[in-house]
């Protein structure tokens, strides 16, 4: 599946943004869904997850209360909504793709659950 990654911009703190992850080549409900970010010079670390049909999500503690992942496999599309975002969220934002037989929750938390990664959108937080 090819992932295209978009939504990303310059927002001011307490500011919002929605990301969108759109699929193509395969239905997205074969997949769970996952977005990652990585800020200049650090590693990429988990941001959200969402199972294939959306009944399950968990999040990184960082984020956890302020950002929300859906899903509309209609639309082949997944998003992340970034609300209250502060300096500290600035990062490329990753969206990525994993075969949902490997979901047992946890494991979707780790880069190597995916196999599929879209481009890569920058959002940057002014203070």
């Known amino acids: 599946v090819q992932l295209q990654a978009s939504g990303g911009g310059l927002v001011q703190a307490g500011g919002s943004l929605r990301l969108s992850c759109t699929a193509s080549?395969?239905?997205?409900?074969?997949?769970?869904m996952g977005w990652f970010r990585q800020a200049s010079g650090k590693e990429r670390e988990f941001v959200a997850t969402?199972?294939?049909?959306?009944?399950?999500?968990a999040y990184a503690d960082s984020v956890k209360g302020r950002f929300t992942i859906s899903r509309d496999n209609a639309k082949n599309t997944a998003y992340l909504q970034m609300n209250i975002l502060n300096p500290e969220d600035t990062a490329v934002y990753y969206c990525?793709?994993?075969?949902?037989?490997?979901?047992?929750?946890?494991?979707?938390?780790?880069?190597?659950?995916?196999?599929?990664w879209g481009q890569g959108t920058l959002v940057t937080v002014s203070s």
């Open positions: 990525a793709a994993g075969d949902r037989r490997r979901d047992t929750g946890e494991a979707m938390r780790y880069p190597s659950a995916y196999d599929s």
């Open positions: 080549g395969r239905t997205l409900s074969n997949y769970a």
């Open positions: 969402i199972s294939w049909g959306g009944a399950r999500a």
